[in-house]
């Protein structure tokens, strides 16, 4: 029973090995994800800089046009202010021609500041393209890094999954199924150590002739409290450290 509870101690080392290295490789694309998500920002940051500039500058436009219109109006008003005969409704052309001249002013004040406005949009639109040229350069380095990681540790746990399979055969199939019965529920950690004379899975503390069954190695012991396998913490620190869970060495 010592060599299967061995086995499955070593099983263990592997399981936990392949579990950080399967976490690390389901974090890759979130981890890309965000950083793809950072670069859109700072893009539609920096082109949000030249629509507004478009919109300035077609406003811009509009208020011209209308300066125009109102313009012809003015000189058409003018030219009737000269030949009317009529006092009133020469006022009243003064009047409408006075009104139109107030507009065209307040109009080409706005239209400045508008193309004002613009010409300093593009200006910061030009320095956020430019400072996207680097983000994107990190990107596509972020990204090449993120493939180039993704392969060896597929390979990686590729390789460690194959040997803890031949591993894991060697055990006692009475051993074998408890193991991988208790795996999930115990997240990947069905074996603990007897430490003292408490279980060093969950903390709490095992029965006198249970602690003799753990030494003895002659049957599989187990936690009353957590269901783990026990082991002696003596055969549970000479197995982990002469495990090596390395992957292949190139
Ligand atoms: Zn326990």
């Known amino acids: 029973m010592k060599e299967t509870l061995s086995t499955l101690l070593a099983t263990q080392k592997f399981d936990e090995r392949i579990a950080v290295l399967s976490r690390r490789l389901e974090s890759l694309p979130s981890e890309l994800g965000e950083r793809e998500t950072r670069y859109s920002v700072l893009e539609a940051e920096a082109e949000g800089f030249f629509v ?34 009529d006092a009133g409704a020469a006022q009243v052309a003064q009047h409408e021609a006075e009104q139109h001249r107030g507009e065209i002013a307040k109009a080409e004040e706005k239209a400045l500041g508008l193309l004002e406005r ?42 460690l999954q194959k040997e803890r399979a031949s591993l894991f055969q060697k055990a006692q199939r009475a051993g074998r199924d408890l193991y991988e019965k208790l795996m999930p529920s115990r997240k990947g950690k069905p074996m603990a150590a007897l430490r003292g004379d408490s279980c060093g899975g969950c903390g709490m503390s095992v029965a006198p002739n249970d602690r003799l069954k753990v030494a003895k190695m002659a049957s599989i012991a187990t936690c009353r409290s957590c269901s783990r396998i026990l082991v002696p913490e003596e055969l549970w620190n000479s197995i982990r450290e002469e495990t090596s869970v390395e992957g292949p060495q190139d």
């Open 52 to 85: 507004d500039q478009k919109k300035a500058l077609s406003w811009a436009q509009s208020l011209e046009n209308d300066v125009r219109d109102w313009e012809a109006r003015v000189e058409k008003l003018e030219q009737q202010i000269r030949t009317l005969r």
């Open 118 to 159: 613009a010409e300093a949009l593009a200006g910061k639109g030009i320095i956020a393209r430019e400072g996207l040229s680097p983000e994107l350069e990190e990107l596509e380095m972020f990204r090449k890094t993120v493939a180039e990681d993704e392969i060896q540790l597929q390979e990686e746990i590729a390789y």
